[in-house]
């Protein structure tokens, strides 16, 4: 068994491409952190069904989100790469955590909240309610001590580290209690049209998400129309300056350079310089991921066969953890 530190983080396959946020955010922490620790990633297709995708899309989503994973980075020789409901325990570890959490606690998670205030409750699935109980079971199940994830998940880990101490205390010591693995720069990459709301894959209109699988003159165009303001000078203010602060991180975030760094490349240039140069970053950036991307995509067996590997070592974990939780229960083992 391996001595290093574990990881696990996932992603929702909801849509054709992952954005600027779900990279500077989560997966460029999950590739960095795949070579220093046991790291587990999954897409997490089962989370994804609180969007009710449409099934033919949901196939083809699912697997060019495991495609782009491995293009941004992830090397399933280094980790395990898998899908979600190839490991039944997620399902079956959820339901202790169901069983665990209050229906107060529940209801305070603000996503839940957010995510329900804009369907309505005659439009919101029960599964919108738990899936931070699916969530925490992913997190449990692989004995996680870190959670990469962008800071919009971070009371999702409060709720997990607090399920986790409760089922330890009440039962037996089973769980980790895992520790959000959160950056402080680039932790939430926000809107490019509304630079005081996240970046998000449901957001109403596209044309403030950074797709990596969109081609460079769609990126380009967006970056260039990003809202800013009045001003003239390239300077770090979230409170006055959001859009220009925003493209400063994405800026530093891609080419490793601290703010100050990032200022000074734009001193005494004017905002439509400033533009041009973060567009020409993101692009250059996505360029060869995406081109990775879609030859990958091209075999899809080649795919399969390491969802398969990644399945199988992923499964051989949680269904041990499965296994001390039930116990520790009283559940009776199958005869
Ligand atoms: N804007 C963001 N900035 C930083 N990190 C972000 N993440 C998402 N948006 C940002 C991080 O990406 C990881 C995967 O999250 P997910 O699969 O839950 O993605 P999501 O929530 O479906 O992404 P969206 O775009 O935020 O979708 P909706 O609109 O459905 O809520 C997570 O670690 C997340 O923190």
Sequence with gaps: MSTKDRVLSGIQPTHDSFHLGNYLGAVKQWVELQD????FYCVVDLHALTTSPDPTKFRKQTLASVAQLIAL??????????IQSHVPAHNQLAWVMECLAGFGEAS????????????????????LFTYPMLMAADILLYQA??????????????????????FNTTYKEIFTIPSGYILKAGAKIY?????????????????????????????????????TDTEREVKFDEKNKAGISNL???????????IAESEKDFEGKGYGDFKTGVAEVVVEFFRPIRAKAL??????????????????KA?????????????????IPRA
Aim: hydrophobic share 35%; proline share 4%; net charge negative.
């Design 108 to 127: 305070r998670m603000t996503q839940f909240k957010d995510k329900s205030a804009k369907s309505g409750a005659d439009r919101t699935v029960v599964g």
């Design 145 to 166: 001590h870190q959670v990469p994830v962008g800071e919009d998940q971070r009371q999702h880990i409060e709720l997990t580290r607090d399920l986790a101490q409760r």
């Design 73 to 82: 980075g992830l090397d399933p020789e280094q980790c395990t790469l898998f």
């Design 315 to 331: 499964g051989a974990v949680a269904e041990k953890t499965l296994k001390d939780t039930y116990d520790a229960m009283g559940i």
């Design 36 to 39: 220093s620790h046991d790291a």
């Design 191 to 227: 809107d490019l049209q509304d630079p005081t709301s996240k970046m998000s894959k449901s957001a109403e209109s596209p044309n403030g998400i950074i797709d990596l699988m969109d081609a460079p003159e769609i990126n380009t165009k967006k970056i260039k129309s990003a809202v």
């Design 248 to 258: 400063l991180t994405i800026y530093g975030a891609l080419t490793n350079k601290s």
């Design 295 to 312: 030859e990958l995509l091209e075999d899809p067996t080649h795919l399969n066969k390491i969802l398969k590997i990644g399945a199988e």
